[in-house]
């Protein structure tokens, strides 16, 4: 059963989502545990989000001295903080209008930082120039994902506007999507072969569309969300012909692009890879970049702040682009602080290099750590079965479920991963996402869970989990 | 001419706005002066928008200690940050998932501070009852607008939804509605009687549209932006009273209550008066009151947060607006922690509270200045009239152009006010907008400009602005 039919064309009719009758859940649970009811757990984890600070991962101090001061710029005459925490606020300061960041910025974001984040991209790239003007900050990447999507779908258009997106997918895409009155074009990638995209899968997605919608773009997630697979350069290589062919605009959900754990995988930009393809492909194809500082290491949801780089746009829509960022006030200004020190971090030599290296280093630990813990104990509990974690920030493994336990789900009206997640709330006191919020194949059933977390706090996820799931087994047998 | 009818009904036909030609040419001017050209001013005052950040006014310091202590708890241990900014801190920081404002928050924002905010308005209003799960957090007013109108405006009805909408109004609000495909019907303030809002032209404006749309609701704005009226309560209650018999959801933009500056003016919310008003009215006149931590003497416009109260909704509504503003991640939770603050400042006997009272009645006694300053100066000078300001951020003159500028203008293709203020910055570095970005009646023009800055700023605006309008019609004439 897959979820994105069950939900309407518009905003309006959207259903109650699967999560909000968890979080209902929850929060019920949550309340008997303060008024004192025993349970065996004291305290609910809630690793639904890719929230890292949520779950106990420390935020990274540069980051923090730096917003401080900007905030509160007595801080800059203190000998407390390092000087090139100093230097940098003074700097961000001076880009603000009325050295404030309490002054409204450029809707677009302020130029200092977009001129910095495309020197970021350029470095990243292997010197693939990269030009400001191309790059849109806002409040985060799904908000610059639903501009991008409101220029590329018509609603008014007699054949629907349609847009491949994999399968499993994150909620808050398809919901944009289907809040624009888009089609969404369903491709699965292979889980039996480590979720990879597969382009004869691309291909019969498109056919399978023909004149029912009309499909305009093709949206990746690399690295995986949920899914976890990095996408080899190959593979990159392979879909950017497939749009080539097919004349799709391309969007690329490269958010967790730092988040890189499997010991061979590598992530390679698909700007990168286009700039290597050289002309036509280089110079014809539409692409769009999404990253965010709510992601990577960095892990400040909170701020709110993404950004978009634009390839091979035509001037025209651009234009439009340009006046639907600008309808309203953009990002916050502390959040785009926070993208600038994300793609402009302390150097080796800088004051603040060796303490920003190590916090680095130790969360690069941690979730190296907690990613195999997560494949070795998944791996040897009957009925998961857990693809390995190479980057993102999630597991999602396959669960099978007691057909005792799909029925009496189906009985309560809801689908069986919630079935599952529901109880598990419930009865030990993790808070997951059921796979059916992803999509998913028929009579497949996932679990998702974010894997950012202290190590110990892991530890105690997949023994909850482990616990849980061998009593709901039994129950159900 | 009234430029709404210009823009298109759809975002993506969206003119380019008259600030986007203003602002090229500000970029321009910027440059030049950045290059060494010799004008005769040497930077730009840009005071066309509600930032007093942008334009001098310094943020309050308890508001910037409290946030810099939730980005970096190390200062917590600080002896240096007086005890109820750190009590606060704390405080705040347990609200926040994971201990952290780097966490994503409820979309609808962070429960201790929706609770914080509707004891604010219960105590703002003599007591009248207010629910935090009446209340939704959001990056700012113009995003909870947008959220109400995109339930209450049916693109798909075959008579468009009409909004009643002052004229005057600030363009964002013209540009939510426009890019909802909404109907905006015009009524005018009476400028002549101080900008004062009259059920007959209500009445007018309703009954001019009959058959033309379905009118669903009226926008109101107390203080007026740009008309610097602030309402009376008996004008309140006539408005309550017509909505009612119409039908009409009330839409109240009551940014700027706290900036209220005329002697005799008071701001009375439109809750409390539909309190008094006693049942049935209370109970039935559907209302949602807007506020935001951009306005007010705190001005903090870069940290994006407001809320949205709403009253007599009906349930099923309130459901689909809850969807809404729960589709993205909701405000940043230090907008939302300086929200917060605004609706919860220091009190008599707090440590902090010597200072914030002096902070405040700087900024007041500033502010009051200014507008006797503003008022004086261009009613003394020819071809300017302007009415009191009562409150709100703006004073909005009428300039009376000479016939042969007007000429000048329409050659130029361009609205004639938009053709002053480009000669205005050009000459005169000065930046403000056109009374055409906000409607006027047909033959009036006037500008707009922000009354929050220091005071010799304002004394630099006027002296620019009164020898330039000086030259200007000495040019022409």
Redesign the interface.
Known sequence: MYLFTEIGSN??N?KQLEYLVLAKQTKKVINELRQGVIKPYTEVI?VC?G??????IK?LSFV??V???C??PQ?LE?D?LLVDVRQRAKRLLEA???G??????PTTGIPEISQKVSEFIKKRDGGVPSYPENIYIS??S??SL?NIL??LVNPEASLRTGVLTPVPCHI?TI??LM?MGAVVIPYYLNEEQGWTLQVEELQRALESVKGVCNPVALYVINPGNPSGLVQSRKSIQEVIQFVSEKRLFLLADEVYQDCVFGETAEFVSYKKVLAELGPPLSDTVELASFHSA?KGFM??????AGYVELVNVDPTVMQ?IE??FS???G?????QIALEVMTNPPQPGDPSYPLYKKEMQQIRTTLVQNVKRVYEVLNSLPGFSCQPVEGGAFAFPTIHLPPKAIQRAKEAGMEPDTFYCLRLVEEAGLLISPGCEFGQKEATYHIRFCIMTPQDTMVEILKRLSNFHTKFVKEFS
């Open positions: 905003v309006k959207m809630d989000w929230d890292p600070h949520r779950a106990g935020p923090r001295q917003l401080a001061a905030l509160y801080l203190s407390k603000c209008d009325g404030s960041v309490g002054s409204y910025s409040p985060g799904q908000w639903a409101n220029v808050t919901t944009s809040g709510s892990g400040e949801c909170g701020l709110r439009y006046n639907l309808t309203f006030s990002a916050p200004t502390l959040g």
